[in-house]
T-cell receptor
Framework: DQQVKQNSPSLSVQEGRISILNCDYT??????FLWYKKYPAEGPTFLIS?????DKNEDGRFTVFLNKSAKHLSLHIVPSQPGDSAVYFC???????????FGAGTTVTVRA | DADVTQTPRNRITKTGKRIMLECSQT?????MYWYRQDPGLGLRLIYY???????NKGEISDGYSVSRQAQAKFSLSLESAIPNQTALYFC????????????FGSGTRLTVV
């Protein structure tokens, strides 16, 4: 049973607009969350992370929000650019366990 | 050269054949992982190793085995390949102190016919 769920397999957004990707988790032991980005024919690359002691982390155009009570996190990309078209994976781990559990991924397409 | 190199990049094999996927890294990390990616399922952990003498099963290890030949090398074997092992396989490494340090290889696309 998947402990990290991304229920939207795809998202299409116009260039310059906001992209919002959602992720839910079931394991209450998770305390560290990450987003990875993957282009075709490449491996996933780390994008941004957040610890459970925070509810927001920002890095340039990318912001991750964490709602622990709802076991929900989201990734906001503002503004969206054509180079953001990729598959985005949500991942989670817990203290002293460095294995990552991944969601199924969301394919983002940014339209010109 | 890439930090994490996987070979081969693509492979087609027949049912019942033994196949090995290789991974080498230049990051100097102790921890190495094998994941497989399937549509709609994301990345699932097959095996992981926290040092040369440490090998652990992940969530989907049945039908697979691994070998950690050195700190830099971690190989995945399919003892007798079956069609539902057709997938994209990723090797990854991380330093000991944090999960954010995962570095992935470019993947091996394996097709079992």
């Amino acid at each position: 049973d998947q402990q990290v769920k991304q229920n939207s397999p795809s998202l299409s957004v116009q260039e310059g607009r906001i992209s919002i990707l959602n992720c839910d988790y079931t394991n209450s032991m998770f305390d560290y969350f990450l987003w990875y980005k993957k282009y075709p024919a490449e491996g996933p690359t780390f994008l941004i992370s957040i610890s459970s002691i925070k509810d927001k982390n920002e890095d340039g155009r990318f912001t991750v929000f964490l709602n622990k009570s709802a076991k929900h996190l989201s990734l906001h990309i503002v503004p969206s650019q054509p180079g953001d078209s990729a598959v985005y994976f949500c991942a989670a781990s817990y203290y002293n366990d460095y294995k990552l559990s991944f969601g199924a991924g969301t394919t983002v397409t940014v339209r010109a | 050269d890439a930090d994490v190199t996987q070979t081969p990049r693509n492979r087609i094999t027949k049912t019942g054949k033994r196949i090995m996927l290789e991974c080498s890294q230049t990051k100097g990390h102790d921890r190495m992982y094998w994941y497989r990616q399937d549509p709609g399922l994301g990345l699932r952990l097959i095996y992981y190793s926290f040092d040369v003498k440490d090998i652990n099963k992940g969530e989907i290890s049945d039908g697979y085995s691994v070998s950690r030949q050195a700190q830099a090398k971690f190989s995945l074997s399919l003892e007798s390949a079956i069609p539902n092992q057709t997938a994209l396989y990723f090797c990854a490494t991380s330093p000991g102190q944090g999960a954010s340090g995962y570095t992935f290889g470019s993947g091996t696309r394996l097709t079992v016919v």
